[in-house]
């Protein structure tokens, strides 16, 4: 599956601001992921690989090299910590990698689509932020 693939699949019914559009929530969900994961922006500009994959790479290499860094991301990411326990104790490392980084993907998108429709209604009452 690709990125905007997952990314279509979890928006399922969920509707952006009208201003907004798919291209937008892309782009804003890769930076969520720059921002939570500390990647280079220029290094992933220049990169052409999937989220989803490059994720599922940055998790095994985190596991195994550092888990602390890796484990601070899913912190910054709001990625619980039942959730990760649960997938690497129900499925085998490369599948778990697979499945933590496409939860990864989606709690980016989670952040992203939030920030966005409370942020627009909370413009729209004329509230301030």
Not at 57 to 75: N, P, V
Request: no cysteine.
């Amino acid at each position: 599956m690709t990125d905007s693939e997952a990314l279509v699949h979890w928006l399922g019914e969920r509707q952006f601001p009208a201003e907004r559009t798919m291209d937008d929530f892309r782009s804003a969900v890769r930076d969520q992921l720059i921002k939570d994961f500390q990647w280079d922006r220029e290094r992933m500009e220049a990169v052409r690989i999937q989220l989803v994959q490059l994720l599922k790479d940055e998790i095994e290499w985190g596991m195994e090299r550092d888990a602390t860094a890796l484990f601070a991301s899913f912190y910054r990411l709001d990625l619980g910590e039942k959730v990760i326990r649960e997938v690497l104790d129900s499925h085998e490392r490369p599948e778990a990698y697979g499945i933590l980084a496409e939860r990864s993907l989606e709690r980016a998108a989670m952040k992203v689509w939030m920030r966005w429709t409370f942020g627009a209604l909370t413009t729209s009452s004329g509230a301030s932020r």
